[in-house]
């Protein structure tokens, strides 16, 4: 199911799941907003986590169903860090810059799945 394009996904969501675990630390570090901080850390590595699973995965159902997960997990980390920026937790600059990778991710997450599940639907229909 992965495609060798694909792999720019894998290095990606790997960068972001890094980025997550220092930015957790840094909030640690300041003590600011600990629960944030570990929605942060959890929600942020699970999307690396994911893309490997779904590059594992056994079958097109299960690639699609890994890739989601790891779009939602984007999706909700993006609000994590709107969050965390709008509440003036974490600097602006620092908070752009990861949401930007977040945004990037989701789009190339929702169209790493998006082919797989049309191709799949198809051949639901054709039975």
Not at 59 to 80: G, L, N, P, Q
Not at 84 to 93: G, I, N, P, S, V
Not at 106 to 119: D, E, I, N, Q, Y
Request: aromatic share 8%; proline share 2%.
């Amino acid at each position: 199911m992965w495609m060798k394009q694909d792999d720019i996904v894998l290095a990606k969501s790997y960068a972001f799941a890094v980025r997550s675990v220092r930015l957790y630390k840094h909030l640690r570090r300041q003590g600011e907003a600990p629960p944030l901080a570990a929605q942060i850390l959890r929600s942020g590595t699970s999307v690396g986590a994911n893309v490997e699973e779904a590059i594992g995965g056994f079958s097109r159902r299960d690639f699609i169903a890994k890739c989601s997960v790891a779009y939602k997990e984007a999706r909700e980390t993006h609000v994590w860090l709107r969050l965390l920026r709008d509440t003036e937790c974490l600097e602006a600059r620092l908070a752009d810059s990861l949401l930007e990778e977040a945004e990037e991710l989701k789009k190339l997450l929702a169209a790493s799945f998006s082919l797989p599940a049309k191709m799949l639907n198809q051949s639901r229909n054709n039975f």
